[in-house]
């Protein structure tokens, strides 16, 4: 029952450095997605994916990289860390659109960027 | 821009009573709504949903109004407990060209209390 993992689950990084946030799912789902939720807001999308080699940005991708090269992992990258980065990144997937098929979500990456 | 707006951050009720949450949108392309709960340090997960041509939908003791002339909807939880405790997420299907696309908008959440 491991669902959606997301490593890891904490990271301090510095201005400029970069690293790249690991999500995978075992439950086949096509869709794959990427948010953001800062101190009392909203989760913000950052990527999604509906298939493997199949990408598109959502509300706030500026600063991210995505690749989807199988159905199980979908990596987010981030280049050049900065201080406006520091968030708790969530994972999600789901088998189809996210009003036929709700998302299930990973239990997060707390970023903080020095 | 707020596309999805949820006005009180917190509600505090007691056990047994009747929790009401609330959240008022600005798009009307918007088609899907749903519900999500979230504890500390876990991922959102879903509660309930509705489409935009309903007016009410029912999951045991959750149940979810949508007014579209108003363009809001509330979560109604009878009745509570102390383990419905969480921040609830409203969230809407679409963007700013429509309403079927694979994206969801999320509210800021409500951090519901439930007193024993």
């Known amino acids: 029952n491991a669902g959606v993992t997301q490593t890891p689950k904490f990271r301090i990084l510095k201005i400029g450095q970069s690293m790249t946030l690991q999500c995978t799912q075992d439950m086949n789902h096509n869709y794959m997605y990427w948010y953001r939720q800062d101190p009392g807001m909203g989760l913000k999308l950052i990527y999604y994916?509906?298939?493997?080699?199949?990408?598109d940005k959502g509300e706030v991708p500026n600063g991210y990289n995505v690749s989807r090269s199988t159905t199980e992992d979908f990596p987010l990258r981030l280049e050049l860390a900065a201080p406006s980065q520091t968030s708790v990144y969530f994972c999600?997937?789901?088998?189809?659109?996210?009003?036929?098929?709700?998302?299930?979500f990973g239990d997060g990456t707390r970023l903080s960027i020095l | 821009d707020q596309q999805v707006k949820q006005n009180s951050p917190s509600l505090s009720v007691q056990e047994g009573r009747i929790s009401i949450l609330n959240c008022d949108y600005t798009n009307s392309m918007f088609d899907y709504f749903l519900w999500y709960k979230k504890y500390p340090a876990e991922g959102p997960t879903f509660l309930i949903s509705i489409s935009s041509i309903k007016d009410k939908n029912e999951d045991g003791r959750f149940t979810v109004f949508l007014n579209k002339s108003a363009k809001h909807l509330s979560l109604h939880i009878v009745p509570s407990q102390p383990g419905d405790s969480a921040v609830y997420f409203c969230?809407?299907?679409?963007?700013?060209?429509?309403?079927?696309?694979?994206?969801?908008?999320f509210g800021t959440g409500t951090l519901l209390a439930v007193q024993p």
């Open positions: 999600a997937s789901s088998y189809s659109t996210p009003v036929n098929q709700p998302q299930h």
């Open positions: 969230a809407a299907r679409g963007d700013i060209y429509g309403g079927a696309t694979n994206k969801l908008i």
């Open positions: 994916s509906v298939g493997a080699g199949i990408t």
